[in-house]
């Protein structure tokens, strides 16, 4: 009974370690940086792109990602100045805008924090119930 438990916490720490390996940040060069998105992309500088993630160059950028729920869709706009070597990433993280964009750092091999979050310059709303307008627009109130 000893070895069979001890063999299954072997195997399940090892299976673990590969796994955290995997979710790791691993670093990049000075020239890139890399966006990743709950949301999916519409457009980058107003050229239309698809997915959840993108590699970019470092430089000033706007982004319109649509973010779906289950009663509302958004399509919300963000700008932003992209360092190079950095990862972002676009989420929906208690916050009074349905999401934000926030750049990612490493902390420990399993751990990423979240810093300089970013607001949407504004987004639409689309009801997906017709009790309620169809759309309308949310503007952010702060600016950052």
């Known amino acids: 009974m000893k070895k069979t438990l001890c063999f ?10 590969s796994v955290f390996e995997y979710f790791q940040l691993k670093p990049i060069e000075q020239d890139v940086v890399k966006l990743s998105t709950v949301a999916e ?11 959840h993630d993108a590699t970019l160059s470092p430089g000033s950028y706007t982004i319109k ?3 779906r729920t289950l009663l509302r869709d958004y399509i919300c706009t963000f700008e932003f100045d992209a360092i190079g070597g950095n990862y972002y990433e676009i989420v929906d993280y ?4 349905p999401i934000t964009l926030y750049r990612l750092e490493q902390t420990t091999a399993v751990w990423s924090n979240r810093f300089d979050p970013i607001s ?3 987004c639409n709303i689309t009801y ?4 309620k307008p169809d759309t309308e627009s949310k503007p952010n109130p702060k600016k950052n």
């Open 65 to 67: 990602v649509q973010y």
């Open 128 to 131: 997906r119930f017709r009790d």
């Open 120 to 122: 949407p310059l504004g």
């Open 41 to 51: 992309f519409i457009s980058i500088n107003n050229e239309a792109i698809n997915g």
């Open 8 to 17: 299954c916490l072997l195997t399940i720490s090892l299976s673990g370690c």
């Open 94 to 97: 208690m916050n009074e805008q």
